[in-house]
C-alpha cells in the first residue's frame, strides 16, 4: 500500500451567493469516503474536513486496509492535514513522509493522485444513524416532539416574563436559555431516545464549540459537543460521561461523532437496582450514540436516585427533537 504522506488538495469551491445565515464552510466540511487505487490495488479512505474559521480548515485522512469495511474501527494509517482558502480553491497540505498528494474538490467529489501510477477518489456523504426519527414505543413518555411541551419545562427571563419555545423546524426546538428540564421524576431503569444537531461554530474552540448535555436522572451528564475532528479534555467530547469517561471511540478518526448541522442520535439504556423498594448504589449506562455503542454497562459515578432529565444550555444554539423514555422494571439488589 502506498505510505500516507504529502496531501496537496485544491478544492474548487464555488462562492456564489448563500442562503441566509448559511457559512460557506458548511458546503465542505463534512465526511468524504472513497479509494485509493495503487499497484496493489484499491484501498478504501475516508476523510474528515473540519471547518476551524476563516475558511481554514483541517482534515483528518484515514486508509484502511483492503478489505476493511469503513464501520468496523479497524487500526488504519492516518494523517492530519492543514487548510486554508486562496482565492476560490482550498489547499490541503500536511507531511507523512516523500509521496505528494495532489487532488480537487468539486460538486462534492475529490479527485487526483497521491504518486506515480495512483487514482484518488472521494465523496461527500451523509450517514445516517440506523434509529433517527425512531418512534417511541408503548408505554414511552415522550418529552420532546416539536408540538407539545406539555412535559417539559424552561426558566422564565428576567422579571419572571415567560420564555417562549424557539421552534426552528423538522419538529426540532432550539434548547432555550437555562436548559430545559422534564417535569416527571424518574427512579426507575428505562430507554432514553434523543436526537440532537450540533450548529456549525467554525471559529470556536473546545467546549464553545455546539456544547449542551443531557443529565440523567442522578445528575450525571452525557455530553454534548461537536467532536467531528475535535479534542478536548477527558469526559467532554460529545459522548462522554462528562468529566470522567471518554467514549470508547474518542480520537479525531472517532466513527460516532457525525459533523455539524447533521442530526445526531444517543440510545441510552440506564439500569438501577433496588433495596426495600427505593434506588440503591449506583445506576449503570450503555449508551449508542449514532448506533455505535461508546459505553458499554459502565457504572455512573453519583448514587441513584429519584430525579428528572436536564437538556442543558450552554450559550450555544443546539437544537433537540424525538426525545422519549420508556420505564423498564429495576433489578432488585443484594
Aim: aromatic share 8%; proline share 7%; with cysteine.
Amino acid at each position: 500500500m502506498h505510505p500516507v504522506a504529502t496531501l496537496f488538495a485544491a478544492w474548487a469551491v464555488a462562492v456564489g451567493a448563500e442562503p441566509s445565515g448559511v457559512l460557506p464552510e458548511a458546503a465542505v466540511q463534512g465526511l468524504y469516503e472513497g479509494v485509493l487505487t495503487d499497484a496493489q490495488g484499491e484501498h478504501k479512505i475516508e476523510a474528515r474536513v473540519v471547518a476551524t474559521g476563516a475558511k481554514a480548515y483541517k482534515v483528518f485522512v484515514r486508509q484502511q486496509r483492503a478489505g476493511d469495511k469503513v464501520a468496523t474501527g479497524a487500526k488504519v494509517a492516518k494523517v492530519e492535514l492543514d487548510g486554508k482558502t486562496v482565492d476560490r480553491s482550498i489547499h490541503f497540505t500536511g507531511k507523512a513522509g516523500n509521496v505528494a498528494w495532489e487532488a480537487r474538490h468539486e460538486g462534492g467529489k475529490i479527485e487526483g493522485a497521491c504518486g506515480p501510477g495512483t487514482r484518488l477518489e472521494l465523496t461527500r456523504v451523509t450517514r445516517r444513524p440506523p434509529t433517527l426519527g425512531a418512534k417511541p414505543p408503548a408505554g414511552a413518555v415522550v418529552l420532546l416532539d416539536g408540538k407539545s411541551f406539555e412535559e417539559v419545562t424552561k426558566p422564565r427571563l428576567a422579571k419572571g416574563q415567560e420564555q417562549p419555545w424557539k421552534s426552528v423546524g423538522e419538529d426540532a426546538i432550539e434548547v432555550p436559555r437555562g436548559g430545559m428540564n422534564s417535569k416527571r421524576r424518574f427512579a426507575s431503569s428505562f430507554k432514553l431516545h434523543v436526537e440532537f444537531k450540533i450548529p456549525l461554530m467554525p471559529s470556536a474552540r473546545d467546549q464553545g464549540r455546539g456544547n449542551s448535555g443531557v443529565y440523567l436522572p442522578n445528575g450525571d451528564e452525557i455530553q454534548v459537543l461537536d467532536s467531528f475532528g475535535m479534542t478536548t479534555y477527558k469526559g467532554g467530547g460529545c459522548g462522554g460521561l462528562y468529566a470522567y469517561k471518554d467514549p470508547d471511540t474518542f480520537d479525531q478518526f472517532s466513527l460516532a461523532s457525525l459533523p455539524p448541522l447533521q442530526w445526531q442520535t444517543f440510545d441510552v439504556e440506564y439500569r438501577v437496582q433496588t433495596r426495600d423498594g427505593s434506588p440503591a448504589g449506583k445506576p449503570r449506562v450503555t449508551v449508542l450514540h449514532n448506533g455505535i455503542t461508546i459505553h458499554d454497562n459502565v457504572e455512573l459515578h453519583a448514587d441513584a436516585r429519584a430525579g428528572g432529565f436536564h437538556f442543558q444550555d450552554h450559550g450555544c444554539p443546539v437544537h433537540y427533537r424525538n426525545i422519549w423514555v420508556l420505564p423498564l422494571l429495576n433489578t432488585p439488589g443484594p
